[in-house]
């Protein structure tokens, strides 16, 4: 059973930068696709940016061009480079992980941003 941890979390000011990580207990390379998702406090759960087996990125019109997704093998670890960060990006942000063989759908505890204005 694969298990994912967020970190990187925190409160920042409108501008500011974070990076978040997630780290898995096991291989990231076997995951169909990685993303990243984000919950305010009365929202539903939103996808904020993606990441497939063959590099494909997307990301929310939100994010975009602010927000970078990217993986690292060697390290089992997924990350989100958040930039020019806004009062509205304030969330928990849960990394998610999609395997198609076995088929599972992992979540991580999530890791809360808090931008101030």
């Known amino acids: 059973q694969v298990q994912l941890v967020e970190s990187g979390g925190g409160l920042v000011q409108t501008g500011g930068s974070l990076r978040l990580s997630c780290a898995s207990s096991g291989s990231i390379s076997g995951f169909h696709v990685m993303r990243w998702y984000r919950q305010a406090p009365g929202d539903q759960r939103e996808l904020v940016a993606l990441i497939t087996q063959d590099s494909s990125r997307n990301y929310a019109d939100s994010v975009k061009g602010r927000f970078t997704i990217s993986r690292d093998y060697a390290k089992n670890t997924l990350y989100l480079q958040m930039n020019s960060l806004k009062p509205d990006d304030t969330a928990v942000y849960y990394c998610?992980?999609?395997?198609?063989?076995?088929?599972?759908?992992?979540w991580g505890p999530g890791t809360q941003v808090t931008v101030s204005s």
């Open positions: 998610n992980a999609l395997s198609i063989v076995p088929s599972r759908n992992y």
